[in-house]
T-cell receptor, first 115, second 114 residues
């Protein structure tokens, strides 16, 4: 079974609108971490936001927020007031366990912002 | 620029040749990861170092692949007898122990095996 599922291969969004990118995860470990990264066409992987499984509040970083619904095993990324520069691939990733080393990645969502 | 550098940025080689990639981490980062990313997919974990110790290796890391981090600073990833299926982006990421969980990625090395 897929550990990280991103069901939207691609999305088109009008500039200045908010956008939600979906991510569901599968783990039986009570301690885990969820990450979102952005990968522009230039290729570098840019960290956006992190949510720990024991965090009570949803994580926020500027225009990015993570809608964490633990019971549903959902960790959607919300980008408010989208900009043309937000066009990129977006990846959801998970670290299982408190000391596990690797990140498990979803297949990504290609987001295109229309002017 | 995250401060993690990778060289070369691009490598084209013929099938059967050996290739070596280098990753230079942010200086205070003692944890270093190698990932492989094929077109249209998310990265796949290859191996992990804490200081100079290689603590975890993926099943993806066949015996043609070897990674080292001899002094706990830069790391090298070598692929012997390259195959066309090795064509991919090879990403290096680093982080500190404790503190923030995020991994900082280098720009990657794109390998094309002809």
């Amino acid at each position: 079974a897929q550990k990280i599922t991103q069901t939207q291969p691609g999305m088109f969004v009008q500039e200045k609108e908010a956008v939600t990118l979906d991510c569901t995860y599968d783990t039986s470990d009570p301690s885990y971490g969820l990450f979102w990264y952005k990968q522009p066409s230039s290729g570098e992987m840019i960290f956006l936001i992190y949510q720990g499984s024991y965090d009570q509040q949803n994580a926020t970083e500027g225009r990015y927020s993570l809608n964490f619904q633990k019971a549903r095993k959902s960790a959607n990324l919300v980008i408010s007031a989208s900009q043309l520069g937000d066009s990129a691939m977006y990846f959801c990733a998970m670290r299982e366990g408190p000391s596990n080393y690797q990140l498990i990645w979803g297949a990504g969502t290609k987001l295109i912002i229309k002017p | 620029d995250t401060g993690v550098s990778q060289n070369p940025r691009h490598k084209i080689t013929k099938r059967g040749q050996n290739v070596t990639f280098r990753c230079d981490p942010i200086s205070e980062h003692n944890r270093l990861y190698w990932y492989r990313q094929t077109l249209g997919q998310g990265p796949e974990f290859l191996t992990y170092f804490q200081n100079e110790a290689q603590l975890e290796k993926s099943r993806l890391l066949s015996d043609r692949f070897s990674a080292e981090r001899p002094k706990g600073s830069f790391s090298t990833l070598e692929i012997q007898r390259t195959e066309q299926g090795d064509s991919a982006m090879y990403l290096c990421a680093t982080r500190t122990s404790g503190g923030a969980d995020e991994q900082f990625f280098g720009p990657g090395t794109r390998l094309t095996v002809l």
